[in-house]
């Protein structure tokens, strides 16, 4: 399973979901399902969203064992 991490979780602090959606070129709902854990994101999507927030995907994301 895909998981966020705690670095994400300081990343998207900076931002609003409104902010961080429009940078990532999606929608605000996209942004939260994807915060909450309801939504995988794609592969274009954590790298829109990691070139985004100016950090790495690995920083945002991990796979769970």
Known sequence: ???S???ASDVY????QQGLADLAGV???TI???ENGVFIPSTLLALDLARA???TVEAL???KD
């Open 5 to 7: 991490s705690s670095a």
């Open 61 to 63: 994301f991990f796979l």
């Open 1 to 3: 399973t895909l998981s």
């Open 13 to 16: 602090k900076r931002q609003t």
């Open 27 to 29: 929608s605000r709902k």
């Open 53 to 55: 927030l100016e950090t």
């Open 32 to 34: 939260n399902t994807v």
